[in-house]
């Protein structure tokens, strides 16, 4: 499961780097299929809902990112 995550996370850097957004987000909803709480995953799709106007949503990734390590900042 653990590498399962990593390679996700490996993806979403990678579509980050090269200019895609939508790919970068659909691979951090990756993580979430396999851990519903992941802090990077749910940090990185809080700021991406805040930035196109989503608040309640962003909040909600964002408390879910701090319950489950209260050190994850976004």
Known sequence: MRDMVQARLAEAAAARSRGDPAAAL??????????????????????????????????????AAATRDPRAAP
Do not use: C, S, W
Request: charged content about 20%; hydrophobic content about 45%; proline content about 3%.
């Open 26 to 63: 659909r691979a951090y909803e990756a993580v979430l299929q396999i851990d519903a709480t992941h802090p990077l995953a749910r940090n990185a799709l809080g700021m991406a809902a805040l930035g196109t106007g989503r608040a309640a949503e962003a909040k909600e990734h964002f408390q």
